[in-house]
């Protein structure tokens, strides 16, 4: 009797044993199709974002031929060092732009007072302020070709009127709301006199170490009344200059960058005594200095600043 009891208990261990294993190996089943599901799916993903990653790259490649290649066609109408040289030749120039193409320009051409020298800072960076910057630099030439003045005053007012027609006339471009700041030098090195005017940007003169600081005017190249305000104090800023005097033309790219240990911006004051302090030194010098100046900012101790601004700065001895 005990031997049938375990016999039976046996049996019953058994047939749970195979119903256990049975459902266990169903589970399995179930969760292998579910892995492979998964796994088909991932894959699937995975294939997915593979090509999406080589459309981006294969994008962002064509962004980045086309901003180089922008860049070849900028320095081809930026003034470079060598073309600054050939008129000014104890100057330097320094050009930062923010990403491979700016806002910023620099321009200089001969005149029929002497030599004329602009920096511009136009609104916006990359592909905006590049594209605005070209306009620009075109309305300059034109203006020049034109031979209608007879002061750097009247020159800025004709660039204006030339750039307000080109972009707000007859509300060609209603959404269109950018500007640019300038700084535009006359030397008549036979009067030996610099003629200055400009919008929102100064100019600075060192003699001996002294500063002497120019202001531009306060209005908007956008403002259609721009020329007619500019007008109203007519007569160039004139400086009869000696010498060994030394002039810096700039945009606000240099002073408005992050950087110290505190994360503050350079500040205007800070640069105008930056200057004097090196005013000592060859123009191709003072150049480096700047540069160094601008690294050690950016690159305090414990923290890198990205630029912050496109930047442009020329200097020049006369």
């Given at each position: 009797m005990n031997d049938f009891k375990l016999n039976l208990r046996d049996q019953q261990i058994t047939f749970d044993h195979q119903q256990i294993t049975e459902t266990i190996e169903s589970?399995?089943?179930?969760?292998?199709?579910?892995?492979?599901?998964?796994?088909?799916?991932?894959?699937?993903?995975?294939?997915?974002?593979?090509?999406?990653?080589?459309?981006?790259?294969?994008?962002q490649e064509?962004?980045?031929?086309?901003?180089?290649?922008?860049?070849?066609?900028?320095?081809?109408?930026?003034?470079?060092?060598?073309?600054?040289?050939?008129?000014?030749?104890?100057?330097?120039?320094?050009?930062?732009?923010q990403n491979l193409i700016g806002g910023d320009l620099i321009w200089t051409q001969k005149c029929k007072f002497g030599k004329i020298i602009a920096v511009v800072d136009c609104m916006g960076h990359g592909v905006p302020g590049a594209m605005l910057a070209m306009s620009v630099y075109h309305i300059l030439n034109s203006t020049l070709m034109a031979n209608t003045f007879e002061s750097a005053t009247e020159f800025l007012c004709n660039v204006s009127d030339a750039y307000f027609k080109s972009f707000f006339d007859s509300n060609k471009s209603e959404d269109f709301a950018d500007t640019f700041d300038i700084s535009l030098c006359v030397v008549d090195?036979?009067?030996?006199?610099?003629?200055?005017?400009?919008?929102?940007?100064?100019?600075?003169?060192?003699?001996?170490?002294?500063?002497?600081?120019?202001?531009?005017?306060?209005?908007?190249?956008?403002?259609?009344?721009?020329?007619?305000?500019?007008?109203?104090?007519?007569?160039?800023?004139?400086?009869?200059?000696?010498?060994?005097?030394?002039?810096?033309?700039?945009?606000?790219?240099?002073?408005?960058?992050?950087?110290?240990?505190s994360n503050k911006k350079y500040k205007y004051s800070k640069f105008k005594k930056y200057l004097q302090s090196i005013s000592d030194y060859s123009m191709s010098t003072q150049q480096s200095m700047l540069i160094d100046e601008l690294t050690r900012w950016k690159n305090p101790s414990n923290f890198f600043h990205e630029q912050t601004d496109d930047i442009a700065v020329v200097g020049i001895q006369l």
């Open positions: 589970v399995l089943q179930k969760n292998n199709r579910k892995v492979d599901n998964h796994l088909v799916e991932l894959t699937t993903a995975n294939y997915i974002l593979t090509k999406q990653n080589e459309s981006i790259n294969k994008a064509l962004l980045n031929s086309s901003l180089r290649y922008g860049r070849i066609i900028q320095n081809s109408i930026n003034a470079s060092k060598d073309e600054v040289a050939h008129l000014f030749p104890e100057s330097f120039t320094f050009y930062s732009p090195e036979k009067s030996q006199i610099v003629r200055y005017r400009g919008v929102k940007q100064s100019l600075i003169v060192l003699r001996n170490r002294e500063i002497i600081e120019f202001k531009g005017d306060r209005v908007s190249v956008a403002d259609e009344k721009a020329s007619q305000i500019i007008k109203n104090k007519p007569w160039d800023r004139v400086w009869p200059y000696k010498e060994g005097d030394q002039i810096y033309l700039f945009t606000d790219g240099f002073q408005d960058q992050f950087g110290g240990e």
